[in-house]
């Protein structure tokens, strides 16, 4: 090669690693302004942005800055002690919110509300949302959320709740010797009514009646809340517990014209049976309640257990039973280690109602809420059952959801975790 061919060559080199200088300056350059423009974000956020690894301690691996702002601590206060978390949840809390990481184990994701330990000395009560994160193999290596806090939110619900809890007792005792009075004179062992005041003696009977069911439900879910409701679990069958319902619910079907159809199991289950009582009348109820005359509701009780990175959920295989498989209804899919699985009864109770809009299919677990204002009047609702069912299931560490079809029916989901030893029960 000559001078000159040479000389071209080292030219068209030098030009060609000034190009890529630039390049990697621009892409640096590029990198900080994504990095700067990501922290700006987190910082601005109202929630502390975290990731955690899911060992027994959750020592923190990320903290945004902003914690400094919510919480008091600087993000190498977090970094610097693997119980950092752990060790400032409240005394009370810590034991429940450690237990119920299970749930995100099993699932994938899970919801706290706790206290922490603010670095002024004082507790916070924060909500929680964290999502886990496995690897291929299906292994969990990473937890990953967001905290926000929470304690005006607690404030103002500790004043309502003692409102309506002071109201309610005020109003039992009243409400409950009026019901008594009106049900006495409905009886004519005072004396006959004209055909118009008893009609109006019935009326009025029947609002007194409403109220004190109002009544009594908010005096069950504000004892659900406060955590005043002792679970107190024992062991049972499933398909002795649905035959007691079935002999409570089935008059009520009958008055109603709608048939009865029931499929269980007698896998056993632990929990309370009561409690458990209450949330299948409750479901049973509002089905036979919007169901047509003529019509059927269905209740059917069916061992699961949640399977690995498949996200399925699949039928419990009894002997000579083919295992079938079906899909997990959606936005409820469980994200499970391969080599884990986790026995339930999944518990459903479908109707052919008028059904219930895609967009409440969450707030209809709220207090008071309803898919139609005037189903309270028209159906004899309080808003209230619901929410009870819902606070009952998340106590005994299940879950519960809704899929509907307007003008077709409706089908509510909820699951009970069946305990080890009674995997062979």
Request: net charge neutral; with cysteine; proline share 5%.
């Amino acid at each position: 090669m000559s001078i000159v061919q040479t000389t071209i060559y080292l030219k068209t080199v030098l030009e060609q690693w000034q190009q890529e200088i630039v390049r990697r300056k621009q892409l640096e350059e590029e990198l900080r302004a994504t990095q700067e423009r990501f922290q700006d974000l987190i910082s601005s956020n109202p929630a502390i942005i975290y990731s955690c690894h899911p060992d027994e301690n959750y020592p923190i691996n990320f903290v945004s800055e902003n914690s400094k702002d919510i919480l008091g601590y600087t993000t190498q206060e977090w970094l610097a002690t693997p119980k950092f978390w752990v060790n400032r949840i409240h005394p009370e809390d810590a034991p429940r919110i450690v237990a119920n990481l299970s749930v995100l184990f099993k699932e994938g994701y899970h919801t706290h509300e706790y206290r922490f330990l603010h670095q002024d000395g004082t507790y916070r009560w924060l909500r929680d949302e964290r999502k886990l994160v496995r690897d291929p193999a299906g292994n969990p290596v990473e937890m990953i959320g967001y905290i926000v806090d929470i304690t005006e939110r607690k404030r103002v619900e500790r004043i309502k709740d003692k409102f309506i809890a002071i109201a309610s007792h005020e109003l039992r005792t009243p409400l409950t010797s009026l019901q008594g009075s009106l049900g006495l004179l409905t009886t004519g062992r005072l004396g006959n009514l004209t055909e118009q005041g008893q009609k109006l003696l019935e009326f009025a009977l029947l609002d007194t009646d409403r109220l004190v069911r109002l009544v009594n439900d908010i005096l069950d879910l504000k004892r659900l809340k406060l955590g005043n409701n002792v679970l107190n679990p024992s062991r049972f069958q499933t398909d002795e517990l649905i035959e007691q319902v079935r002999h409570v619910m089935q008059p009520i079907a009958d008055d109603a014209g709608v048939m009865l159809s029931i499929a269980t199991t007698s896998k056993p289950l632990w929990a309370n049976p009561d409690l458990i009582i209450q949330v299948l009348t409750n479901l049973l109820s509002n089905a036979i309640k919007f169901s047509p005359s003529g019509s059927t509701v269905w209740l059917n009780a069916e061992p699961q257990f949640f399977c690995g990175g498949g996200r399925e959920i699949g039928r419990w295989r009894e002997a000579g039973d083919k295992e079938k498989q079906k899909t997990f209804p959606k936005n409820q899919q469980p994200t499970t280690n391969n080599q884990q699985q986790f026995p339930t009864i999944l518990f459903q109770v479908r109707d052919q109602g008028r059904g219930i809009p895609s967009d409440q299919l969450e707030t209809i677990f709220e207090p008071f809420r309803q898919v139609d204002v005037s189903d309270s009047h028209q159906k004899e609702g309080t808003g209230l059952g619901l929410a009870i069912c819902r606070s009952i299931v998340q106590q005994h560490g299940g879950r519960i959801w809704v899929e509907s079809t307007l003008g077709v029916g409706s089908t509510f989901y909820f699951t009970l975790t069946m305990s080890p030893e009674h995997l062979t029960g």
